[in-house]
């Protein structure tokens, strides 16, 4: 899922206020201190990679291909029948489950994520407050999912042995998780088939899924199985389900799937889905029904409404074999085509060069209207969500960014399919570092990384289950900041080459295999050939932070001649976590300046030069360099401020990074 869009432009007026606030209230007499200034590059226009042939009406049918890329543990075949008038959608689906372990299974587990919104009482409700990235509940906007029949393939109802289950709270109101029981148990590489008819009652569009107007956004639609995890998965040592309810800062996780979906929609409506068409539509009346068939994803999500305006175009690249790209656009953005594809096609080129092929054979892209904000930004596998279509014309590049975000995600949360309930930075963390290397490489943007260390006010460890985090905007700082930061620092360890190497193998040894942390820090290890525990400890497991200070300036006069000369003795300690090379500027009374490197090894040092005129100033990490230095206030200090002074300045300044950013973020 992308940040709320409006950050970065808001991010940018209020890196100016605060850098320079900061360079102001920090500045000393002398002015080659550095300042905190955007590095904002210039976005070029947006240029088409060829001239775009006409598009097409009508969506192409496609057919599955042999290949089998991942271990389709399920199949879903399900016919699903939208009233638009009611706001419902009316399913049945046929699910065979194949047991991927060695242990006898009594019970099979659902995901019933529509049950999310079925009341302020449910665990997403409580914990979110009804928002997410700003979008509230809509008033009268609940929704629900309820089971109306479970059958197995003898025909004998299960309905009397369902459970609803809160593993993680223990909160009975929420019904987003269901324990069916089997009349008959299941062994290890045995298949289990159950047929279930269900109701959806769409909420109103806040977070992610639902209905606005005529428009629908099904995500999480469907009774969709737990992830079983065999020994070995994600290092578990003791076989077993793994189980989450739906959390108000939490994703997904799945097993990879073959799906083979029916939706049935007005004749008026169009349809956009995960996979492709496989047949024309077949009409009936005033109805008609798309089939819709996708593999190796663990997800299948659609949309619909009368509005869309429909384009699609081939692409290929060296690395991209083949793809349809598909534009479902809100008639506000029917002109903007041009920069949608664009988007699409460097993100899909690029990022198959630099983490293996993108293999389905469609990307679709799905613009809201802006009432349906709230399923923007969001990735389903081979389907993505812009945000809402609000303005004709979207300017800073949002638009591109956000089809980026989504599209890499396609590489990290699509095909790499980590756990986003307990370790979400291995999707949102990633996702927003390539995002930035895009970003900066297509439209010359660059992030603003003293900006966004600085907003880390809260770190906790990477590893923390999604809705542990606190708020939103907690979540989202260390999740998806944090995250990306921890990548950029080992990156400024090893050099971009090297890191490149490291996700590049990371990339393609974990596609369909749901890694963890602990996978990801194997191959920085393996890569560069040394040991990354500490530093995994500190930053990633124990979400410590850098945190170096200057505490004390003692100047003194140590002239023996007639030539002056002083020793400035500057006292630095290690408050953080350690991390090595350690720059530090001095700056001494006639502007001279000199640098050091410290190991930055030990808890405190005390460094003594000698020069013929006092120091004025010193400064850790002049350069912004340290890029998970958060506290970059305590870093400068002067040689003959008053402590008192200094003390309540720095407090003041503090105080600013706060107001300014702490009421806007997400
Ligand atoms: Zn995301």
Same mark, same amino acid.
């Given at each position: 899922?992308?940040?709320?869009?409006?950050?970065?432009?808001?991010?940018?007026?209020?890196?100016?206020?605060?850098?320079?606030?900061?360079?102001?209230?920090?500045?000393?007499?002398?002015?080659?201190?550095?300042?905190?200034?955007?590095?904002?590059?210039?976005?070029?226009?947006?240029?088409?990679?060829?001239?775009?042939?006409?598009?097409?009406?009508?969506?192409?049918?496609?057919?599955?291909?042999?290949?089998?890329?991942?271990?389709?543990?399920?199949?879903?075949?399900?016919?699903?029948?939208?009233?638009?008038?009611?706001?419902?959608?009316?399913?049945?689906?046929?699910?065979?489950?194949?047991?991927?372990?060695?242990?006898?299974?009594?019970?099979?587990?659902?995901?019933?994520?529509?049950?999310?919104?079925?009341?302020?009482?449910?665990?997403?409700?409580?914990?979110?407050?009804?928002?997410?990235?700003?979008?509230?509940?809509?008033?009268?906007?609940?929704?629900?999912?309820?089971?109306?029949?479970?059958?197995?393939?003898?025909?004998?109802?299960?309905?009397?042995?369902?459970?609803?289950?809160?593993?993680?709270?223990?909160?009975?109101?929420?019904?987003?998780?269901?324990?069916?029981?089997?009349?008959?148990?299941?062994?290890?590489?045995?298949?289990?088939?159950?047929?279930?008819?269900?109701?959806?009652?769409?909420?109103?569009?806040?977070?992610?899924?639902?209905?606005?107007?005529?428009?629908?956004?099904?995500?999480?639609?469907?009774?969709?199985?737990?992830?079983?995890?065999?020994?070995?998965?994600?290092?578990?040592? !003791?076989?077993?389900?793994?189980?989450?309810?739906?959390?108000?800062?939490?994703?997904?996780?799945?097993?990879?799937?073959?799906?083979?979906?029916?939706?049935?929609?007005?004749?008026?409506?169009?349809?956009?889905?995960?996979?492709?068409?496989?047949?024309?539509?077949?009409?009936?009346?005033?109805?008609?029904?798309?089939?819709?068939?996708?593999?190796?994803?663990?997800?299948?999500?659609?949309?619909?409404?009368?509005?869309?305006?429909?384009?699609?175009?081939?692409?290929?690249?060296?690395?991209?074999?083949?793809?349809?790209?598909?534009?479902?656009?809100?008639?506000?953005?029917?002109?903007?085509?041009?920069?949608?594809?664009?988007? $699409?096609?460097?993100?899909?080129?690029?990022?198959?060069?630099?983490?293996?092929?993108?293999?389905?054979?469609?990307?679709?892209?799905?613009?809201?209207?802006?009432?349906?904000?709230? $399923?923007?930004?969001?990735?389903?596998?081979?389907?993505?969500?812009?945000?809402?279509?609000?303005?004709?014309?979207?300017?800073?590049?949002?638009?591109?960014?956000?089809?980026?975000?989504?599209?890499?995600?396609?590489?990290?949360?699509?095909?790499?399919?980590?756990?986003?309930?307990?370790?979400?930075?291995?999707?949102?963390?990633?996702?927003?570092?390539?995002?930035?290397?895009?970003?900066?490489?297509?439209?010359?943007?660059?992030?603003?990384?003293?900006?966004?260390?600085?907003?880390?006010?809260?770190?906790?460890?990477?590893?923390?289950?999604?809705?542990?985090?606190?708020?939103?905007?907690?979540?989202?700082?260390?999740?998806?900041?944090?995250?990306?930061?921890?990548?950029?620092?080992?990156?400024?360890?090893?050099?971009?080459? !090297?890191?490149?190497?490291?996700?590049?193998?990371?990339?393609?040894?974990?596609?369909?295999?749901?890694?963890? !942390?602990?996978?990801?820090?194997?191959?920085?290890?393996?890569?560069?050939?040394?040991?990354?525990?500490?530093?995994?400890?500190?930053?990633?497991?124990?979400?410590?932070?850098?945190?170096?200070?200057?505490?004390?300036?003692?100047?003194?006069?140590?002239?023996?001649?007639?030539?002056?000369?002083?020793?400035?003795?500057?006292?630095?300690?290690?408050?953080?976590? !350690?991390?090595?090379?350690?720059?530090?500027?001095?700056?001494?009374?006639?502007?001279?300046?000199?640098?050091?490197?410290?190991?930055?090894?030990?808890?405190?040092?005390?460094?003594?030069?000698?020069?013929?005129?006092?120091?004025?100033?010193?400064?850790?990490?002049?350069?912004?360099?340290?890029?998970?230095?958060?506290?970059?206030?305590?870093?400068?200090?002067?040689?003959?401020?008053?402590?008192?002074?200094?003390?309540?300045?720095?407090?003041?300044?503090?105080?600013?990074?706060?107001?300014?950013?702490?009421?806007?973020?997400?």
């Amino acid at each position: 899922m992308t940040r709320r869009n409006m950050i970065f432009g808001i991010s940018i007026i209020s890196l100016c206020l605060i850098g320079g606030a900061l360079t102001f209230a920090l500045r000393p007499d002398q002015d080659n201190l550095p300042s905190l200034a955007s590095e904002m590059g210039k976005p070029q226009a947006v240029q088409s990679l060829k001239e775009a042939p006409p598009a097409t009406p009508i969506e192409s049918i496609q057919q599955p291909t042999a290949e089998v890329l991942s271990q389709r543990v399920t199949e879903y075949h399900i016919d699903v029948s939208l009233n638009e008038k009611e706001g419902t959608l009316t399913g049945s689906e046929t699910l065979t489950w194949t047991h991927p372990g060695k242990k006898t299974v009594n019970e099979l587990y659902f995901h019933l994520y529509p049950n999310a919104f079925a009341s302020a009482d449910t665990t997403f409700m409580k914990e979110s407050g009804g928002k997410l990235r700003g979008d509230t509940m809509p008033k009268d906007g609940w929704g629900n999912m309820e089971l109306t029949e479970i059958r197995t393939s003898d025909g004998i109802s299960l309905l009397h042995r369902i459970q609803y289950v809160q593993p993680d709270d223990g909160n009975v109101k929420d019904k987003t998780l269901v324990k069916v029981r089997l009349p008959v148990s299941v062994r290890g590489g045995e298949s289990v088939t159950l047929r279930i008819n269900f109701t959806v009652k769409l909420p109103k569009i806040f977070a992610r899924m639902g209905s606005a107007g005529d428009f629908v956004m099904a995500g999480q639609w469907f009774p969709k199985l737990s992830v079983y995890e065999p020994v070995g998965t994600r290092g578990v040592t !003791t076989e077993g389900w793994n189980l989450h309810q739906y959390h108000g800062n939490s994703e997904f996780y799945s097993d990879f799937s073959i799906y083979n979906v029916k939706i049935n929609v007005p004749n008026n409506y169009t349809v956009a889905a995960t996979g492709f068409p496989t047949k024309a539509a077949v009409i009936q009346g005033d109805r008609k029904t798309v089939q819709y068939y996708a593999d190796d994803v663990h997800d299948f999500a659609w949309s619909a409404s009368p509005n869309f305006v429909y384009a699609e175009e081939p692409f290929s690249s060296p690395d991209v074999p083949g793809v349809r790209i598909k534009l479902y656009l809100d008639p506000t953005h029917k002109d903007l085509k041009e920069r949608y594809f664009y988007a $699409a096609k460097v993100a899909l080129s690029n990022f198959s060069k630099w983490y293996g092929q993108y293999p389905y054979s469609t990307l679709s892209i799905v613009v809201p209207p802006i009432e349906g904000n709230g $399923a923007g930004g969001m990735e389903y596998p081979t389907l993505i969500t812009a945000f809402g279509a609000g303005n004709e014309s979207p300017s800073n590049n949002e638009l591109e960014r956000t089809v980026i975000h989504e599209i890499g995600h396609q590489f990290f949360y699509g095909m790499i399919a980590s756990n986003e309930f307990e370790e979400a930075w291995l999707d949102e963390g990633f996702t927003s570092y390539l995002e930035d290397k895009l970003m900066e490489q297509e439209f010359g943007i660059k992030p603003n990384l003293p900006l966004q260390v600085a907003m880390i006010s809260s770190p906790i460890s990477l590893t923390q289950v999604a809705w542990k985090y606190g708020s939103s905007d907690n979540y989202a700082k260390n999740v998806y900041y944090r995250g990306k930061l921890v990548l950029l620092d080992i990156e400024r360890q090893v050099g971009n080459k !090297t890191m490149s190497r490291i996700l590049t193998t990371y990339a393609h040894k974990y596609r369909f295999r749901h890694p963890t !942390t602990t996978d990801f820090q194997r191959i920085v290890e393996q890569v560069t050939g040394r040991s990354w525990k500490p530093y995994f400890k500190q930053y990633v497991y124990d979400g410590k932070m850098t945190d170096y200070s200057i505490d004390n300036i003692t100047v003194n006069s140590i002239s023996q001649g007639n030539d002056p000369l002083f020793e400035s003795i500057v006292d630095i300690s290690q408050i953080g976590a !350690t991390a090595p090379k350690i720059p530090i500027l001095f700056t001494f009374k006639d502007g001279h300046t000199t640098r050091k490197v410290w190991s930055g090894e030990d808890s405190k040092v005390e460094l003594k030069l000698q020069y013929k005129e006092p120091l004025a100033w010193a400064m850790i990490d002049p350069d912004y360099s340290l890029v998970l230095e958060n506290k970059h206030i305590n870093n400068f200090l002067k040689a003959e401020v008053d402590g008192t002074l200094r003390t309540r300045s720095n407090l003041g300044i503090v105080k600013l990074l706060e107001a300014v950013l702490g009421s806007f973020l997400w």
